[in-house]
Nanobody, 121 residues
Framework: QVQLVESGGGSVQAGGSLRLSCAAS????????MGWFRRALGKEREGVAA???????SYANSVKGRFTISQDNAKNTLYLQMNSLKPEDTAMYYC???????????????WGQGTQVTVSS
């Protein structure tokens, strides 16, 4: 079955960087569309970044220029490089996968358990 396991979260000061990873298994990675989402306390889950099988990307306005989504099909792994982090980036971050391209809509079929990112001022 499809499994997504996130890693790389942690606590950093504002202005710092983190790289999240999402290890995928149980399906042919290159045939799925992938996305990163986050949910802050008391807020709705929001799309952060997404990538299609051809490498085309989409970003939320709040992270454009600071976050970069990428993937390594050989390693079945999705990444999110986060630079210039701000306290408002604090949230649980999830990766998601589906054979339908939902881009930043939280309608993906498969979800990981999440990894916490905390940014202090």
């Amino acid at each position: 079955q499809v499994q997504l396991v996130e890693s790389g979260g942690g606590s950093v000061q504002a202005g710092g960087s983190l790289r999240l990873s999402c290890a995928a298994s149980g399906y042919t990675y290159s045939t799925y569309y992938m996305g990163w989402f986050r949910r802050a306390l008391g807020k709705e889950r929001e799309g952060v970044a997404a990538i299609d099988s051809g490498g085309t990307t989409s970003y939320a306005n709040s992270v454009k220029g600071r976050f970069t989504i990428s993937q390594d099909n050989a390693k079945n792994t999705l990444y999110l490089q986060m630079n210039s982090l701000k306290p408002e980036d604090t949230a649980m971050y999830y990766c998601a996968a589906d054979q339908i391209n939902w881009w930043l809509l939280p309608r993906y079929k498969y979800w990981g358990q999440g990894t916490q990112v905390t940014v202090s001022s």
